[in-house]
């Protein structure tokens, strides 16, 4: 099989992102060539990003994403599910960003919070050049996951989605709920992802997320969306929807986003991934 000898900019940027966190440059070269990477081209990009001389890359021929409204966007500025009146606060058209007020009541965060509180764990990433799942070097906070259902409050909460999305609940991936210390932080990453880890059996592709903020953070600690200049405020109760995913198969890469670094207090949120079809196999 013929090497890989040319670096896309996301590429670049994930190495140069890495290489800030004090990855050794020869374990990110050596991962480049077991993915078919060629070797001289892949220690010589290397050495240019250490250096920092300009490396050559190429933008993949991609169509432009086709935008499809998602479901929860046809209904009206109020969406009511049969518990709770939750409001549509803002809206943005690209990417899809729905900043949603009322999704949560007050105790059901706290709830949240101190279920989840003695199950932490460090947070992990999959690796995007190895796909390994690993310790997360741009990812400090620690998190959790949930079975569907596996108490009666994520329970409560997963209908609610399902009604607020029109999402059926089997495509939902567990709640993961995310900790965020002061400092800790989670850097610009898609949902979706790479074209060579999606399975049917797993429901395929992501989506949308349902992002929820079980806290009010006093400062820091904002989503930002880096390539659209978008800053999303903690608000406990709250939610950001986004969709990125199309009937195609097209990912919106104006998806990009980020949490901030805490700078004051703490954060904490609850992550609902939903994929384009049913989880048939479930960990
Ligand atoms: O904590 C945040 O604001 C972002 C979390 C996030 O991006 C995720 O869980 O995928
Ligand atoms: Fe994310």
Redesign the pocket.
Known sequence: MEKIAHISNELKDWILNTLKTGVNPEAIASAMIKKGFDPVFAYKTLLNLVNNKPVETVVREQRPFRYEVPEIAKTGSVISTSDREIKVLMRIEKPFILYLDNVLSHEECDILIEMSRKRLKPSKVVDSVTGEIKAAAGRTSSGTYYQLSEAPLIGTIEGRIMQLTNFPIENGEGL?V?H?KVGEE?KP?F?YFPENKIQASTGGQRIA?V?MYLNDVPEGGE?IFPKVGVSVTPKKGSAVFFHYGNSQGQVDRLSL?S?IPVVDGE?W?A?KWLRESEILERF
Request: aromatic share 14%; hydrophobic share 20%.
């Open positions: 993961q995310l965020y989670y990453h949902d997320t992002l989503t986003h949490s954060k949120v992550t």
